[in-house]
Structures are given as structure tokens and as C-alpha cells.
């Protein structure tokens, strides 16, 4: 926990402004991300939440911040949509007018947090978060003290460094410590806001657009987990180290500066800071080609689920679709795994969540109760996923989609999916909902009335987050290639903006130092 500073009596509060933009954009998704994807995105949407300040999330971590060091804070907004296609230009000119203007509203202020995710990119502008933060520096000079929090996905980009004071990352995938992160932002924030300390970024990369892991901190003997280790003794150890931000990167943004980065944030701009990202980012070259997982094909997964006997009580066979996983950037709509469990009909099977608008309409126009025929799943872009798949089913529950997070991922905020419906057909359960949503929480189950402990086999699209709140329950984790756009081969889309050579796309051998 951070330390609360004392009153000062007749002292003028620090007036800090924050906003946030998050959204992580894949460049081989043809669908462009609009205005109408991003929640809390118009101003004054934040503040007045209830109970905003004890969630898990980096919103609730700054309040909760801002009010223990006695902050003015100007919190206008803080907009996030589900990872998706490239943000439409018009969608980004607006985020970026009212970033701007709320902004110029709130001056003069003493320090600037921007919350966003560093691997957003708009088919205007390719560096959005670089964008952004050079133009937050334009308007409030070279004096006032700037600070990101990202997520540990980030692709850093040089103007990003530049243009900063000070950046920090999430530590863990999945992302549990949001929280955390914020809190440590306020902390070095408030420093440099009274002249403590003289933040400075470094940042090291090298030519690998893959690396760290994807950045999975589950396994203590990981690259990722690892070099955080590292990173922890180096600050321990040399207290001009104020920070050490580790990043994986986002695998599938076709920008030049994708992939792993270290950042230092040194008291101070001296080279050896900057030799310590370099020291440390070749510690993440060294272990680039180490993957801890393993893939099976549809039907291999299909077939170790037919043939598993669990004893009472072993908890779900958990089929990962990973390569459709809705905060990887995928459509969400892959049929593969849908079309096969259908045909084996396993006791105990529940599907999805799956997006479906149109399948959620056609199910609430039918009612609960009703037995009714529909093509789920496609319709997006059935080049990544096959095409629709019919099911006859009852239409078993209907709701708004909405739950509270209970689980270890963003605890205590809400979660939505939208419109959705549970189909029943044979021994499947299907989950269909009308808005983006990774699976992350138990609750996004039990609200159909599906409780996922006594689940057989669950089959859901997601790569890290689910992991926090359904690893604990789950007999076996079975990850799953079904060709959609979370793809784990990059050589399969046509990368045109990318810096080369770079691994591990091309051969790269480093020069000796």
C-alpha cells in the first residue's frame, strides 16, 4: 500500500490530471473499431461511479491514490473498448479532441496520468499512445511531470519514451495487479510532483516482434516471471532505479516498433539506465523462442475430452480456444470447436461465451422455453472461423449480459456482454451474447444458471485473463488452434509496416558486444 502524506495546512492541493484511452488493436482485423465500442468515453463519466474506489481496476487504484496524497484530481473520462480491429480514424480524432480539450479545461495542473494500453493503433495514426502523449507534452510543457500506465502488452514506441516522465506496466498476465499499478504510478507521480525525484524514461528493444512468453506470469520459472525477479533486486539494489517496466508486447500490430521492450525510469538521465534496459531486454532476446504452451487441433481436443473419465468432483475440462480469443483481437465468432462438440454431444458441455448478435434477437423474439433453429457463430469473417453452424435447441435463459466481477481479474467492477441467451441442444449449453467479452469470471456463467465447477467441459475463446478465476477450478487446460486471428504462426498475414529484419519472422543474428 502507498503511505498517506500528512495535512499541510494552507497548502493548495496538486492538481493532477488523468484520463484514459485503452484499447488493443489488431491490424489483420478487418473490422474497425467505432466511437460506440468504447464504455465511459464521454466526460464525466468517471467520478461519480459508485464504489469506483475499491475495485480492482486502475481507475479505482488512482481515486483510491489521488485521495490518500491529498490530490485536486480532474478525472474527466476513462474510455476502453474490447481489443478488436484498428480504431476508426473518426473514432480516434474525437478520443483525442476530448482528451485535448478537457485537458486545456483542467490547465494549469501539477502532473498528467494517462491510463492506456500501448498497443492501440488507428487507421489515422499508427502510434496513437506516442500521439498522444507528444501532444498532452505540447500542451502542458516540459515541466509538469507525465506518467503512463500500460498494460505489460504494450508495443513502447520511441515517441512514447520521449514524450513521458515516467511509464509503468502491469506485472502479471493475466492482469490481476491493475490495481497495484495504478497505486505505483500515483506513487512516483506524487514524487516528482514535489521535486523528489527527476523521473526520466529509458527504453531498450531489439529486432524480435515475439518473446517473454507472451508475457504469462503463472509459471514462477517463466522468461516473464524471471526477469521481473531481476528487475526487483536492480531497484532494491540501486535506489536511483525508480522503475523497471517490463513489456511483451502485442504480437499482431503490423507498426515498426512492435514487440518486447524494456523501460527504465531513472532518476535522472544517466547511460547507465539506459544500459540496464539494454542489459535486461538481451536477457528477454535469450529466452525469445520459449512458448510454455502446447496446441491441439479441434478435433485431437474433442477427442482427449470424449475419451477423459474425471472422478466426481475433478472440476472442467477446459477447451482454450485460443486462436478465436476475443482480447487477442479475434472475432469471437470461430464455429470449429461449436460444429464438433455438437456432433460428440459429451455430457456436461457448455459453450461460449460466442458473439452472435443476431442469433441473441432471433433467441429473446423466440422466449425462454421455446425451441428454436439458428445459425451461431460466422458471421463475421468466416475466413477466421468457418462458417455458421445450425443448431436446434431450447432457448433455456435470457438476459442483459451483465455481472459482477468476483474473481481475481478487475474484482469488484462490472462486466457486460450484452443482450444474451443460453441455448440448450442434446447436452450442450450454449452461451451467446451480443457485445465483445473475453471470458474472465465464474459469473458470467452462473447468471444463465450454468455453475462451472460441476461443468464437464467448458469451451471458451481467450489466451491469459480467463486463467485467473477458472484455472483454480479446472481438472485440465487443453489450448486449441482452430485457425482464426490470434494465429501463433506470424507468418501467415501480410506484414507490411513491421521494422526487418526481425525475429522471428526473418533470421537475425545480434552484433557481439
Same mark, same amino acid.
Given at each position: 500500500?502507498?503511505?498517506?502524506?500528512?495535512?499541510?495546512?494552507?497548502?493548495?492541493?496538486?492538481?493532477?490530471?488523468?484520463?484514459?484511452?485503452?484499447?488493443?488493436?489488431?491490424?489483420?482485423?478487418?473490422?474497425?473499431?467505432?466511437?460506440?465500442?468504447?464504455?465511459?468515453?464521454?466526460?464525466?463519466?468517471?467520478?461519480?461511479?459508485?464504489?469506483?474506489?475499491?475495485?480492482?481496476?486502475?481507475?479505482?487504484?488512482?481515486?483510491?491514490?489521488?485521495?490518500?496524497?491529498?490530490?485536486?484530481?480532474?478525472?474527466?473520462?476513462?474510455?476502453?473498448?474490447?481489443?478488436?480491429?484498428?480504431?476508426?480514424?473518426?473514432?480516434?480524432?474525437?478520443?483525442?479532441?476530448?482528451?485535448?480539450?478537457?485537458?486545456?479545461?483542467?490547465?494549469?495542473?501539477?502532473?498528467?496520468?494517462?491510463?492506456?494500453?500501448?498497443?492501440?493503433?488507428?487507421?489515422?495514426?499508427?502510434?496513437?499512445?506516442?500521439?498522444?502523449?507528444?501532444?498532452?507534452?505540447?500542451?502542458?510543457?516540459?515541466?509538469?511531470?507525465?506518467?503512463?500506465?500500460?498494460?505489460?502488452?504494450?508495443?513502447?514506441?520511441?515517441?512514447?519514451?520521449?514524450?513521458?516522465?515516467?511509464?509503468?506496466?502491469?506485472?502479471?498476465?493475466?492482469?490481476?495487479?491493475?490495481?497495484?499499478?495504478?497505486?505505483?504510478?500515483?506513487?512516483?507521480?506524487?514524487?516528482?510532483?514535489?521535486?523528489?525525484?527527476?523521473?526520466?524514461?529509458?527504453?531498450?528493444?531489439?529486432?524480435?516482434?515475439?518473446?517473454?512468453?507472451?508475457?504469462?506470469?503463472?509459471?514462477?520459472?517463466?522468461?516473464?516471471?524471471?526477469?521481473?525477479?531481476?528487475?526487483?533486486?536492480?531497484?532494491?539494489?540501486?535506489?536511483?532505479?525508480?522503475?523497471?517496466?517490463?513489456? /511483451?508486447?502485442?504480437?499482431?500490430? $503490423?507498426?515498426?516498433?512492435? !514487440? &518486447?521492450? *524494456?523501460? +527504465?525510469? =531513472?532518476?535522472?538521465?544517466?547511460?547507465?539506465?539506459?544500459?540496464?534496459?539494454?542489459?535486461?531486454?538481451?536477457?528477454?532476446?535469450?529466452?525469445?523462442?520459449?512458448?510454455?504452451?502446447?496446441?491441439?487441433?479441434?478435433?485431437?481436443?474433442?477427442?482427449?475430452?470424449?475419451?477423459?473419465?474425471?472422478?466426481?468432483?475433478?472440476?472442467?475440462?477446459?477447451?482454450?480456444?485460443?486462436?478465436?480469443?476475443?482480447?487477442?483481437?479475434?472475432?469471437?465468432?470461430?464455429?470449429?470447436?461449436?460444429?464438433?462438440?455438437?456432433?460428440?454431444?459429451?455430457?456436461?458441455?457448455?459453450?461460449?461465451?460466442?458473439?452472435?448478435?443476431?442469433?441473441?434477437?432471433?433467441?429473446?423474439?423466440?422466449?425462454?422455453?421455446?425451441?428454436?433453429?439458428? /445459425?451461431?457463430?460466422?458471421?463475421? $469473417?468466416?475466413?477466421?472461423? !468457418? &462458417?455458421? *453452424?445450425? +443448431?436446434? =435447441?431450447?432457448?433455456?435463459?435470457?438476459?442483459?449480459?451483465?455481472?459482477?466481477?468476483?474473481?481475481?481479474?478487475?474484482?469488484?467492477?462490472?462486466?457486460?456482454?450484452?443482450?444474451?441467451?443460453?441455448?440448450?441442444?442434446?447436452?450442450?449449453?450454449?452461451?451467446?451474447?451480443?457485445?465483445?467479452?473475453?471470458?474472465?469470471?465464474?459469473?458470467?456463467?452462473?447468471?444463465?444458471?450454468?455453475?462451472?465447477?460441476?461443468?464437464?467441459?467448458?469451451?471458451?475463446?481467450?489466451?491469459?485473463?480467463?486463467?485467473?478465476?477458472?484455472?483454480?477450478?479446472?481438472?485440465?487446460?487443453v489450448f486449441v488452434d482452430t485457425g482464426?486471428?490470434?494465429?501463433?504462426?506470424?507468418?501467415i498475414f501480410p506484414w507490411s509496416n513491421?521494422?526487418?529484419?526481425?525475429?522471428?519472422?526473418?533470421?537475425?543474428?545480434?552484433?557481439?558486444?
Open positions: 500500500m502507498f503511505l498517506m502524506r500528512p495535512d499541510e495546512k494552507g497548502v493548495t492541493p496538486l492538481k493532477v490530471f488523468v484520463a484514459g484511452a485503452l484499447h488493443e488493436s489488431h491490424s489483420f482485423n478487418s473490422v474497425r473499431t467505432p466511437l460506440s465500442a468504447f464504455e465511459d468515453a464521454e466526460p464525466g463519466s468517471i467520478l461519480g461511479q459508485p464504489g469506483l474506489a475499491d475495485t480492482r481496476t486502475t481507475e479505482g487504484g488512482i481515486i483510491s491514490a489521488a485521495r490518500a496524497f491529498g490530490w485536486d484530481l480532474c478525472f474527466p473520462f476513462f474510455a476502453k473498448a474490447a481489443p478488436s480491429g484498428p480504431v476508426a480514424a473518426a473514432a480516434y480524432d474525437t478520443l483525442l479532441a476530448r482528451l485535448l480539450d478537457e485537458l486545456g479545461k483542467a490547465m494549469p495542473v501539477n502532473g498528467v496520468i494517462l491510463a492506456l494500453h500501448g498497443s492501440m493503433f488507428a487507421e489515422n495514426c499508427p502510434d496513437t499512445e506516442g500521439d498522444m502523449a507528444a501532444r498532452v507534452r505540447a500542451v502542458i510543457g516540459p515541466d509538469v511531470p507525465l506518467a503512463l500506465t500500460l498494460d505489460c502488452h504494450a508495443n513502447v514506441s520511441d515517441l512514447m519514451g520521449q514524450s513521458a516522465d515516467i511509464i509503468t506496466s502491469y506485472r502479471t498476465t493475466p492482469h490481476t495487479d491493475q490495481r497495484e499499478t495504478a497505486e505505483r504510478v500515483a506513487r512516483l507521480l506524487d514524487d516528482a510532483m514535489h521535486s523528489r525525484s527527476a523521473p526520466h524514461c529509458h527504453v531498450g528493444r531489439l529486432p524480435m516482434m515475439a518473446g517473454l512468453d507472451m508475457g504469462r506470469t503463472v509459471d514462477p520459472d517463466g522468461p516473464m516471471a524471471r526477469l521481473h525477479v531481476r528487475a526487483r533486486q536492480i531497484e532494491a539494489r540501486d535506489p536511483e532505479v525508480l522503475e523497471i517496466c517490463l513489456n /511483451a508486447g502485442f504480437y499482431y500490430g $503490423d507498426i515498426a516498433e512492435t !514487440g &518486447p521492450s *524494456v523501460v +527504465v525510469i =531513472g532518476n535522472g538521465d544517466d547511460a547507465r539506465f539506459q544500459q540496464i534496459a539494454d542489459d535486461l531486454i538481451l536477457e528477454a532476446w535469450e529466452t525469445r523462442d520459449y512458448f510454455s504452451l502446447s496446441f491441439f487441433t479441434g478435433p485431437e481436443a474433442v477427442a482427449k475430452a470424449a475419451a477423459d473419465r474425471p472422478d466426481p468432483g475433478a472440476g472442467p475440462m477446459i477447451l482454450v480456444d485460443f486462436t478465436d480469443g476475443p482480447f487477442g483481437g479475434a472475432h469471437s465468432d470461430g464455429t470449429e470447436l461449436l460444429d464438433l462438440l455438437l456432433k460428440a454431444d459429451l455430457p456436461g458441455t457448455v459453450i461460449g461465451p460466442i458473439l452472435d448478435p443476431q442469433a441473441v434477437t432471433d433467441a429473446a423474439q423466440a422466449g425462454t422455453g421455446a425451441t428454436i433453429t439458428l /445459425a451461431i457463430g460466422g458471421k463475421t $469473417d468466416p475466413t477466421y472461423g !468457418g &462458417p455458421p *453452424v445450425t +443448431v436446434t =435447441g431450447q432457448v433455456s435463459a435470457l438476459n442483459d449480459g451483465t455481472y459482477l466481477r468476483k474473481g481475481a481479474y478487475l474484482t469488484g467492477s462490472t462486466g457486460r456482454m450484452g443482450d444474451s441467451a443460453c441455448i440448450t441442444s442434446g447436452n450442450c449449453r450454449i452461451v451467446i451474447i451480443s457485445q465483445r467479452q473475453q471470458p474472465e469470471d465464474r459469473e458470467q456463467y452462473r447468471i444463465f444458471g450454468i455453475d462451472p465447477e460441476q461443468a464437464n467441459i467448458i469451451a471458451l475463446k481467450g489466451q491469459n485473463h480467463f486463467r485467473a478465476d477458472f484455472e483454480p477450478i479446472a481438472r485440465e487446460l482464426c486471428l490470434v494465429a501463433v504462426d506470424y507468418t513491421i521494422r526487418r529484419p526481425i525475429w522471428p519472422l526473418d533470421e537475425v543474428t545480434l552484433p557481439s558486444r
